[in-house]
């Protein structure tokens, strides 16, 4: 009970349960949209998701700052692939807060004349722009890990067991593929932050990649994805190792 | 900028906040209806005030455990008065938020049978108690400080001159003598006050908040200025308490 109220105490924490929410019912209304039974039950689940989106916009009002200063602190990192990746994650991601509170103006009738289209669509670039650094901040760490383990000599050994091992059961059809699979499994297993943060960032490149038209899949996929990296978001808030950093 | 995003990543601060602009626009929207303001300013004003309502029921969805953890907390208190009334007022405050969940299960519509305007009245009912009571360990504390102020000035400075009019045929008139207890009373008041800041911020947050339950309740109906005011004053002293943390009163 304690964890959970320190949990929820925090900001983010509960920003994460909401849209773990949000997207759930974004699933279970595509997974019931064509039972006819369920009607009432996909017309709550829609207004629960409208809402929780409205709440979270709300709540978002103050995070442009949060990533600014996300950005300044990341500009003094020493190792420059990480300072450019992650500091142009950042800037995207505080362009795409700046989007969203316009957006929260115009739903709520501050703003009476803009094209909420045109701005809603410069969101999910921002947020799109954002999420591709982040992934190529990840795929550089991947690199940097299995070049470390290539180099480990414990890991060599274990290679070579592998590959001698695999040649009784079957020969591998590219064991040149077959080595540098099993490298990234090894390296991804080591570090299970890693593996974490990839996964959470493919997930999340379909949500605008849907939005934007380049990849069109559907909502249930769209609300799957989001459903999983809004649960791996609380697992790495809820147990700090696992998260990435910096 | 460092401190913004320390103060924002409590979800309590963000609460606060959304609560002073809630009844900041209340504040607004009385003060254009006196002006005579337009029509639909007014309401994008109200609009905005409903969705600022809504989205903080949303946001204190989990607070009945925190206030059943503080009540538990609350148990182990050694003054016997200050257990009562803030174990009590958690638990009010515990059945506020229920009452708070089930009137936004209500307004977002996932239970329509729900009757608001009874859900609504109750829970006033459990924020009114749990004000009471607030303001209660708020005159117990003071009462105490008080009177270890007194005694602390009674040992400091000699006894006053008696009252020599006791074998006098005056007749007892109750009025020059009450003058300078009252008098001396309103200074050891102002004095424990002044020296106390966490225990003026409290009294007067709970006094500023006591009026929005009473004029929903039609107890002491006061008009939805007044209301605004009250509810705006009281949010910001509740931030400064979050940015200041030696000004929370403590247990």
């Not at chain 2, 009245?121 to 400080?145: A, G, K, M, P």
């Not at chain 2, 109750?174 to 911020?201: D, F, I, K, M």
């Given at each position: ?246 | ?15 606060r906040i959304?609560r002073a602009a809630q009844y900041a626009c209340t504040l607004l929207?009385y003060t ?173 947050k709970?006094?500023c908040d006591?009026f929005i ?12 200025g007044f209301v605004g005011a009250c509810g705006l004053t009281s949010s910001l002293l509740s931030i ?12």
């Amino acid at each position: 009970m304690d964890a959970v109220v320190q949990f929820t105490s925090q900001s983010q924490g509960r920003d994460r349960i909401f849209r773990a929410t949000q997207y759930a019912c974004a699933l279970s209304v595509y997974l019931l949209r064509n039972n006819s039974e369920r009607k009432d039950l996909v017309a709550k689940l829609k207004s629960l998701e409208t809402n929780m989106s409205a709440g979270r916009k709300l709540f978002r009002l103050g995070n442009t700052i949060n990533s600014i200063e996300a950005a300044k602190r990341t500009m003094q990192l020493s190792d420059r692939v990480l300072c450019l990746c992650l500091t142009a994650a950042n800037a995207n991601r505080a362009l795409y807060f700046i989007c969203d509170n316009v957006l929260w103006a115009r739903n709520v009738g501050l703003i009476r004349d803009i094209d909420k289209e045109r701005w809603s669509l410069n969101a999910s670039r921002c947020y799109f722009l954002s999420l591709v650094t982040s992934l190529t901040r990840d795929v550089y760490e991947v690199i940097q890990l299995m070049a470390q383990k290539a180099r480990d000599r414990h890991f060599r050994q274990k290679m070579e067991l592998h590959l001698n091992e695999s040649s009784e059961v079957a020969e591998a059809v590219i064991p040149q593929l077959d080595a540098f699979l099993f490298l990234l499994l090894e390296s991804l297993r080591s570090h299970p932050a890693v593996a974490l943060d990839v996964l959470k960032n493919v997930c999340d490149l379909f949500i605008p990649l849907d939005r934007l038209g380049i990849y069109q899949s559907n909502a249930g996929v769209v609300g799957f994805c989001g459903l999983l990296s809004s649960v791996i978001g609380i697992v790495t808030l809820a147990q700090p190792k696992l998260r990435l950093r910096p | 900028m460092e401190s913004w995003v320390r103060f924002n990543s409590q979800s309590q601060a963000k609460e606060r906040i959304i609560r002073a602009a809630q009844y900041a626009c209340t504040l607004l929207g009385y003060t254009l209806q006196k002006g005579g303001a337009a029509a639909d300013l007014l309401h994008t004003v109200s609009q905005l005030e409903a969705h600022m309502s809504l989205s903080r029921k949303l946001l204190r969805l989990g607070n009945s455990v925190e206030a059943l953890e503080a009540a538990k907390r609350a148990i182990h208190l050694s003054d016997g008065v200050l257990r009562l009334c803030l174990t009590i007022s958690h638990l009010n405050r515990a059945m506020y938020f229920a009452c708070d969940n089930i009137l936004w299960a209500g307004k977002t519509g996932l239970v329509p049978e729900v009757d608001l305007h009874k859900w609504s009245q109750r829970s006033f009912r459990y924020y009114l108690f749990t004000l009471i009571l607030n303001l209660t360990r708020d005159v117990y504390e003071l009462h105490l400080l008080m009177d270890r102020e007194a005694r602390y000035r009674a040992s400091k400075s000699p006894p006053s001159a008696q009252p020599s009019s006791s074998l006098s045929a005056d007749p007892p008139s109750p009025t020059p003598e009450a003058l300078p207890w009252l008098s001396r009373q309103l200074h050891l008041l102002v004095t424990v006050l002044y020296t106390n800041p966490p225990l003026l911020l409290d009294l007067l947050k709970n006094l500023c908040d006591i009026f929005i339950p009473l004029d929903r309740l039609g107890i002491r109906p006061t008009g939805s200025g007044f209301v605004g005011a009250c509810g705006l004053t009281s949010s910001l002293l509740s931030i400064a308490t979050i940015l200041h943390p030696w000004l929370k009163l403590k247990p």
